[in-house]
């Protein structure tokens, strides 16, 4: 018993390392209409459903720490304009949108693992970035609709959204997490099996 808590811990600690590994490799890759595509939405995936949703929202807060600390820093610039206009409101946002997605695919996974594995992996990896684009786009309306004026450049806000947000931003983060869903549930099998 102790054994299997110590190597949930190892195996958690080890996916938290690889969120932070992601999101700076994400950092790399040059931004598609000023949004940098976060790949770091595949390990809070695997996470929610080798460990639940509970570890889903761990990795997430993990996912929005590092978030945060690229909006204070300046690292990502339409970040720090959303620190800049208020630094507690940009927190809450950028921990909200990341624990909320890997909650969301735990519970998705949990739900859905007694129907097909498969099935369940491929919505846990469908709803993880429409709950963090979702949560995002919502508080950024809520919260910072003039800093998201400013990022739309006096232009259409809903157009602006939807071409900048939704089309440059969370397809491919979508899209990368449904094509690495089988091999996430092939993961998800191996690890599971050798927990039994």
């Known amino acids: 018993m102790r054994n299997q808590k110590i190597k949930r ?33 595949i390990p809070v995936v695997l996470g929610s459903a080798l460990y639940g949703p509970g570890v889903g929202a761990l990795l ?20 720090a304009m ?18 909320l997605a890997g909650l969301a695919s735990g519970w998705v996974y949990r739900l859905l693992k007694c129907k097909n594995t498969y099935l369940a992996m491929l919505c846990a990896a469908i709803i993880c ?13 809520t919260f910072f ?3 998201l004026s400013a990022w739309a450049g006096g232009g259409d806000l809903l157009a602006y959204i939807l071409t900048g947000l939704v089309v440059a931003n969370f397809l491919p983060e979508m899209i990368i997490n449904v094509v690495f869903s089988p091999a996430g549930q092939r ?7 050798n927990d039994n």
Request: one cysteine or more; charged letters at 5%.
């Open 187 to 193: 993961i998800a099998h191996v690890v599971q099996k």
């Open 9 to 41: 811990m190892a195996a958690v600690a080890l996916l938290m390392a690889l969120v932070v590994v992601m999101q700076f490799v994400s950092g790399l890759i040059p931004p598609v209409g000023g949004f940098s595509i976060s790949l770091v939405l």
């Open 145 to 147: 609709k003039d800093v």
């Open 129 to 141: 970035p429409v709950i963090n684009t979702g949560v995002f786009v919502a508080c950024m309306l």
């Open 82 to 99: 959303v620190f800049q206009a208020n630094p507690v409101l940009c927190f809450l946002v950028v921990m909200a949108k990341g624990m």
């Open 60 to 79: 997430g807060g993990t996912f929005g720490v590092i978030v945060f600390i690229n909006c204070v820093t300046g690292a990502d610039p339409g970040g």
